[in-house]
């Protein structure tokens, strides 16, 4: 299993409160990315990293900012969480952009 | 617009049988193909990956066929097992940038 580890694994929020959830790797990968599932809707990108400080934007990234100041350390902050935001967010992680291995996910509900 | 389309959100097969899980995609930029298993509450594991030099990628019960001209590729389970009912999500990606698209998964059920 790749070392992916993905905190807070499960969080409740109220509405307009900011949230930051954390992907921390130990596979020194150059690449980390932000996905959201949702049904019908499958896996879709969020944020993307190619490296310290490099972010770029998804599909989906209204609402969303990300911070990248170590390789191994990629954070997803929703700067004022709404409802719409409630998913399993799952972080992933590539070293040579032709495989991605995701983390566990972060259950998120937005109340 | 979604590049990367599995059109059967479900798919129900007998144990030992054969499970063709299908995925077709728009964009003929991409050049590798993957696909992903989930179980609930876990994060997806990849499974198998074919490159478009390729037409097919076989590992173990698993087999991935690509064909490029219909832009569609199929994963082949034989025998199916139990332990397979899963979430299957295809995706593509391509050597020009680093990001992977994925299709919105199909679930499938092998019923002992």
């Known amino acids: 299993d790749a070392g992916i580890t993905q905190s807070p694994r499960h969080k409740v929020t109220e509405t307009g409160t900011p949230v930051t959830l954390r992907c921390h790797q130990t596979e020194n990968h150059r690449y980390m990315y932000w996905y959201r599932q949702d049904p019908g809707h499958g896996l879709r990108l969020i944020h993307y990293s190619y490296g310290v400080k490099d972010t770029d934007k998804g599909e989906v990234s209204d609402g969303y900012s990300v911070s990248r100041s170590k390789t191994e350390d990629f954070l997803l902050t929703l700067e004022s969480a709404t409802s719409s935001q409630t998913s399993v967010y799952f972080c992933?992680?590539?070293?040579?952009?032709?495989?991605?291995?995701f983390g566990e996910g972060s259950w998120l509900t937005v109340v | 617009d979604q590049q990367v389309k599995q059109n059967s959100p479900s798919l129900s097969v007998q144990e030992g049988r054969i499970s063709i899980l299908n995925c077709d995609y728009t964009n003929s930029m991409f050049d590798y193909f993957l696909w992903y298993k989930k179980y609930p509450a876990e994060g997806p594991t990849f499974l198998i990956s074919i490159s478009s030099i390729k037409d097919k990628n076989e590992d173990g019960r698993f087999t991935v066929f690509l064909n490029k001209s219909a832009k569609h590729l199929s994963l082949h389970i034989v025998p199916s097992q139990p332990g397979d009912s899963a979430v299957y999500f295809c995706a593509a990606t391509s050597n020009t940038g680093n990001q992977f698209y994925f299709g919105t998964g199909t679930s499938l059920t092998v019923i002992p």
């Open positions: 992933a992680i590539s070293d040579q952009g032709y495989t991605i291995y």
